[in-house]
């Protein structure tokens, strides 16, 4: 186990792949010779060459597309967008052609091919730079999405995307390329479907993924050491197909459940989780399941207004208080 | 070409616009539905196109007009008629239908319906064939107004950037659905917006087969001996509406009845008859004994077809 930072573990695993199988190449905006935004594929460039670490032209519908057709005859294109908000731009070629052509085929042709984006609100990027779009990308029949919360998943998941046959969207977060963590020494795949417990507890479920992972956490440390309160956080890091199982073992056994997320509410992870809930242990609730989540505005640039507008563990810790009537 | 060349594709491409209207009678009687959008009037395209390439070895792409590229990649024409009925046997199981016609072992790389859409999958083939180092190259076949997305811009400007072994085609028909070229595009003459670029094109007479092969080879050997992208335009026309329900208001008569007299399966035919190769009763018969085999062999099949099970419905969705 080495403690890395998550842009390393990217790093770490684009190079293993890349070393293992020839067939793996990496593409986006300024990922080449200066390295990537956040670093993701640094060194690759010197190490691999221009035929198989791409700098893009600012094309995103073209060359996310042309990603797509290459995995059609088995090259592994790692598709990096710089910053989800740009994803709009090539959502077209990732949902009509990669999400849809072996249903469409009838299982003659696949789009062996990931996208990576840096999603999530960094400091003041305003509104065209600040979106969370996890909901949009989990709707989509076809379409694998994955969100890693910390180094491990991030190096894990990446080397599992790459050798999925299915497309794969993982969703990153600006603020977290520089989170530490371990992460194994020896090659390590992480599931691509399932959901982890980052913490156990009895009394409450705290769902999170990505970075309000890490709100869940803090919120249950405060509600352990304060409140008395334990809470049990499950870590959904695939967020298509979600962990329908996972979120009823848990629920069955907490009876309250919190769904923390950085996106807006109207529809989204949130949102899916309620219905999982009612569908699969309505009967298991003490109380009604409460989602944490972001106001429905364009992300402000004023850093009061921005603040305001993104929930954080304090949101979360005052969701359980009130599910126990404590607030 | 040689002359039994020649004779071959006139039978072929008689039974491309005979299966096109018996599909069009199957629209009528609510056998196929959806969207249906049919190719009589553009057979010398695909077929003088596909007769310089390799069909099988070559990755060939399209839009939504896509049943005859598929058949002259080497689809089973029952299979396409049995997708169009949505049947199990169909090429894409039932789950494509007209405008998503697949067959991937002749390299038939389907059809799609977002106009432009192909453009960066066929450079995207074409990046994994240079990567590969094969001698097949990619051909993607779309439409003048597909010419009016971004995608065709950006997807140039990277095929030529990496002198990736595309050959476009464009099949100007003259019309996007009901929108005149000169009324959509400010610059009519497609060949010449690909200049800009740096890529080679050239612009030809799409009714007359030896012209669209003899240039459609020069593209193809152009592209084969890696020399990058190559642009071919074939001046055309699409004899009926865009799709099913079009009453053609927006062109005359007159036009229509002047592209007639091009027909590109009579000028074929006439040219036999004239080297004394056929004769009209031969062709007659041809004509005759195509629909034969349209009735009996594939609207046969794709009548008995069993539909797909409903229990099925989620197969081919992730792997
Ligand atoms: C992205 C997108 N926009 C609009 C349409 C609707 N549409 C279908 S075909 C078509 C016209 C395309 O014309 P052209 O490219 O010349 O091809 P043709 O049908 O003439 O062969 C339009 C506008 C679509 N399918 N996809
Ligand atoms: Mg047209």
Known sequence: MAEIMYWEALQRAHDEEMARDPLVICMGEDIGVAGGTYKATKGLYEKYGDKRVIDTPISEGGYTGLGIGASFLGIRPVIEIMSVNFAWLAMDQMFNSAAKVRYMSGGQLTAPCVFRAAGGAAHQLGAQHSARMEKVFMGIAGLRVVTPSNPKQAYGLLKAAIRSDDPVFINEHELMYNMKGDVPDSEYLHPLEGSEIARAGSDVTLFGYNISVHWCLQAAEILHSQHNISAEVVDLYALSPLDREGIRKSVSKTHRAVIAEEDEAPVGVGAEVIAIINEECFFE???????????????????????AAIPDHTDVVRAVLKLFGKA | MTLDDKKRVLREMVLHRRFEERCYQ??????????????????????????????SHDYVITGYRDHIHAIKCGADPKAVMAELYGKATGCSKGRGGSMHIFDVAHRFMGGYALVGGPFPLAAGMAKAIQMKGGDEIAICFLGDAANNQGVFHETLNMSKLWNLPVLFVCENNLYGIGTALDRSTAVHDQYKRVCAYGIESAQCDGQDIDIVYEHAKTAIDYVRSGKG??????????????????????????????????????????RLIAAGELTLEDFQQMERDTDTFIEQDIIAFAEASPEPDVSELEHFVLA
């Open chain 2, 229 to 270: 992208p190559y642009f071919l335009e074939l001046m055309t026309y699409r004899y009926r509406g865009h799709s099913m329900s079009d009453s053609r208001a927006y062109r005359s008569r007159e036009e229509e009845e002047h592209w007639k007299l091009r027909d590109p399966i009579n000028i074929l035919r006439d």
């Open chain 2, 26 to 55: 199957a629209y009528i009687e609510r056998k196929i539905g959806g969207f249906l959008h049919l190719y009589p009037g553009q057979e010398a395209c695909c077929n003088g196109v596909m007769e310089a390439a390799r069909p």
């Open chain 1, 285 to 307: 609730l003490d109380a009604a399941p409460v989602r944490v989540h972001s106001a429905l505005v364009p992300q402000p640039y004023n850093h009061t207004l921005e603040k």
